[in-house]
């Protein structure tokens, strides 16, 4: 499985963030959280989220998986991983 790394993470987010039409707020938790907020090295395989996942996230992801090239899991915590 793929690790992500830091500057990966936040490029992606940022894409995600670009494909976004309106402002949203999504809480990062587990290993992503602590790459980006606590430059932990180690990175992390996907970015778990405490936020529900609604349609215009999900659309946002995929054209963020695309425009960013990071084909990177994105789900809620204790949710399954795909096929979002």
Request: no cysteine; aromatic share 8%.
């Amino acid at each position: 499985m793929r690790t992500f790394l830091r500057d990966e993470l936040v490029l992606f987010l940022e894409a995600v963030d670009a494909a976004l039409g309106k402002r949203l707020g999504v809480v990062i938790i587990g290993g992503a959280a602590a790459a980006i907020h606590y430059g932990i090295e180690l990175g992390t395989h996907d970015i778990d989220t405490w936020t529900n996942i609604q349609e215009e996230l999900a659309r946002a992801v995929e054209q963020a998986r695309t425009g960013s090239g990071l084909s990177l899991p994105f789900a809620k915590s204790g949710r399954r991983r795909w096929p979002i």
